[in-house]
């Protein structure tokens, strides 16, 4: 079993900067991409940024310029750090994993998500 834990949301005013971070545990074999996702009620999920593991990341036309998704491939975690936040990056944020397992069966898991309200 793999496990996806997240942490750094929280509220933060618009123009501020928030950094959430991502750790994937368990029976992994080897990760093919760490990225995230933000999800706001009532309207499609959508991806922020991936990073395909000896790749280059790609982000959203969004956040471009202003969010930078980066990698620790010896402690299997992905980290995003948000600046330049305004009101319209509220949402919930995923953590997301393509990888293979133990098993050499190739899965995607998320993490239960943090929420990032940006408001002041």
């Known amino acids: 079993q793999v496990q996806l834990m997240e942490s750094g949301g929280g509220l933060v005013q618009p123009g501020g900067s928030l950094r959430l971070s991502c750790a994937a545990s368990?029976?992994?074999?080897?990760?093919?991409?760490m990225g995230w996702y933000r999800q706001v009620p009532g309207k499609q999920g959508e991806l922020v940024a991936a990073?395909?593991?000896?790749?280059?990341?790609n982000y959203a036309d969004s956040v471009k310029g202003r969010f930078t998704i980066s990698r620790d491939n010896a402690k299997n975690t992905v980290s995003l750090q948000m600046n330049s936040l305004k009101p319209e990056d509220t949402a919930v944020y995923y953590c997301?994993?393509?990888?293979?397992?133990?098993?050499?069966?190739?899965?995607?898991?998320w993490g239960q998500g943090t929420q990032v309200t940006v408001s002041s």
């Open positions: 990073a395909p593991t000896g790749g280059i990341a």
């Open positions: 997301n994993a393509r990888l293979l397992g133990s098993d050499y069966v190739g899965r995607t898991y």
């Open positions: 368990g029976r992994i074999f080897s990760i093919n991409t």
